[in-house]
């Protein structure tokens, strides 16, 4: 309603000052109020509304051209500038410096009003500049050029716009439809050699082209329209919104294309940790997908309020207050945050490793932000926060090269040594045939004579990745020595008593009997070769 209601104050000026224009420069209300006044469309007296712009270094020429200049960017770029809030003081003073000095609009502080000797107030010779090169911004690509071609193609005027705005919008409708179709065309064939040179083309993956090739066209689109719509100098009103509507769409669409190139990265991303040996990367796509999406919708949120006109210093100070408060609140998020960062970077396990830590014992299934889960032996599920993970010691069974298999032959003691030496030959050619031993490290003795058994070490290892395999290999090996046994008569022992009664009437008596010392000796002397 303010908009409206200075307008109306402008538009009945103008009819009652036709004759006798408003010239004033006494403050700045009475300034501005020269210069939008005297370039109103049905009563244009650029004479007069120059004055503001005129110095002693700066002829009135010039000074017209400036004015003019500035009527169409704050036109083009649907600036308001409210005559009601400009002061009338005609000794303003900036609250800041104590200077009389007015800045007229606040987004542009280098475009301001000073008062000058004579007591007049002018636009500063900075803020002069300052309007060359907004005009330069707001006006690419010799865009200005339209502004006096464009009313040559009418001037009648219908439902506020002229004839040749409404060309205008008809000629950017039509050349936005054929960008629109020729950058989808181009679009898509970019990203569709991209997918050819990783080798993923599947039957999404032109599902996946258009998802970017659509809203990229309608980004070429809006940055065209930015471009084009300053020159069409529509009326203020429409001018402001259609000029903020452009300037959200612009961050809000780039916003959507790195959303969905950070799905379709990690679709690719996701392809080519399939063919790593490393499991963890699988896991970290969906991790750095998260991540990336949420970074990314953070960053387009604050462009498009940057965009509105938001204060965002103000609200990132405020954000960084909470984030301190939310920080000391969830510690032990963000420590497990930065256990899973630790995780991935040292990479201790990975999914489908068989660890221990801490009283934890089991195989890897995922790793998450917060905790990793951990499939038991019995079958349960433990989620084990990755602060802990990242702060223990781990003891990754998974990459080990060489699993050990150790074990104990017990064989009975009424087994002769020269069986024992055969059997012992026999178990290491079980180990020097089986595909999957490690040959160059592996012991095969006669190591013990325990309380009812006479016992053979077998020390051996397994070149194997799992544990699955690993008990196959045990399988193999065990049902070899048992074959082994068998073949050569061999008794495997187990824990036996005998009772032996040494005399029974009518019987011998089964108490042993021991060589003398005499005889004995002479039989240690045999056994050894010694004369």
Not at 61 to 68: I, L, Q
Not at 264 to 276: D, G, H, K
């Amino acid at each position: 309603m303010r908009y409206f209601f200075v307008v109306l104050i402008c538009v009945l000026s103008t009819s009652l000052n036709a004759q006798n224009p408003y010239s004033d420069l006494s403050s700045p209300y009475a300034s501005v109020r020269t210069f939008l006044e005297n370039l109103q469309p049905n009563a244009v007296n650029d004479s007069i509304a120059a004055l503001p712009f005129k110095s002693k270094n700066r002829s009135l020429a010039e000074a017209k051209k400036v004015s003019v200049k500035f009527k169409r960017i704050l036109d083009g770029r649907g600036i308001y500038l409210y005559l009601d809030e400009i002061p009338g003081n005609t000794n303003f003073r900036d609250s800041t410096n104590n200077r009389n000095k007015y800045v007229l609009i606040d987004e542009y502080p280098k475009i301001y009003l000073i008062k000058s000797e004579n007591g007049q107030w002018h636009f500063s010779n900075s803020s002069i500049d300052s309007i060359d090169k907004l005009y330069k911004e707001t006006f690419r690509f010799g865009t200005g050029q339209l502004l006096n071609l464009l009313p040559k193609l009418g001037t009648k005027k219908t439902f506020g716009l002229y004839t040749y705005q409404y060309i205008m919008i008809f000629i950017l409708a039509l050349i936005s439809t054929l960008v629109y179709k020729i950058f989808a065309f181009f679009t898509e064939r970019i990203f569709s050699r991209i997918i050819k040179r990783f080798k993923y083309e599947s039957e999404n993956s032109e599902k996946y082209l258009w998802q970017i090739a659509r809203p990229t066209s309608v980004f070429i689109i809006i940055l065209l329209l930015l471009v084009f719509t300053p020159a069409l100098q529509l009326p203020i009103a429409y001018s402001k919104y259609v000029n903020i509507i452009l300037r959200v769409m612009v961050p809000l669409f780039g916003t959507i294309i790195t959303y969905r190139l950070v799905s379709i990265s990690s679709v690719l991303l996701a392809r080519i940790a399939q063919n790593t040996e490393s499991t963890l990367d699988d896991q970290l796509v969906p991790l750095l997908r998260k991540t990336l999406k949420t970074f990314v919708i953070i960053i387009g949120t604050l462009l498009i309020l940057n965009n509105l006109r938001v204060p965002i210093l103000p609200l990132l100070t405020g954000l960084s207050i909470g984030g301190l408060a939310f920080a000391l609140a969830a510690q032990d998020t963000i420590k497990n945050f930065f256990g899973s960062v630790m995780i991935f970077v040292d990479k201790p396990f990975q999914v489908g490793d068989w660890i221990t830590s801490d009283g934890v014992d089991g195989t890897v299934e995922e790793v998450g932000f917060r905790s990793s889960r951990i499939r038991t032996f019995r079958n349960s599920l433990i989620y084990v926060p990755n602060s802990k993970l990242a702060d223990n010691t781990i003891d990754n069974h998974g990459l080990r090269k060489y699993r050990r298999f150790y074990t104990q032959i017990a064989i009975t003691y009424d087994t002769p040594p020269e069986l024992i030496e055969i059997f012992v030959k026999g178990l290491r050619e079980i180990v020097e045939k089986h595909p999957k031993t490690w040959k160059k490290n592996y012991h095969v003795y006669f190591n013990d004579m325990a309380s009812s058994s006479l016992n053979i070490m077998f020390y051996i290892f397994f070149n194997v990745p799992t544990w699955g395999d690993e008990l196959k290999c045990r399988h193999e090996i065990l049902m070899e020595i048992v074959k082994l046994g068998k073949e050569l008569g061999v008794n495997f022992a187990f824990p036996t008593q005998t009772l032996h009664i040494e005399n029974l009437p009518g019987q011998p008596s089964l108490s042993p009997s021991y060589p003398s010392e005499s005889d004995a000796e002479m039989k240690l002397k045999s056994m050894f070769g010694k004369n």
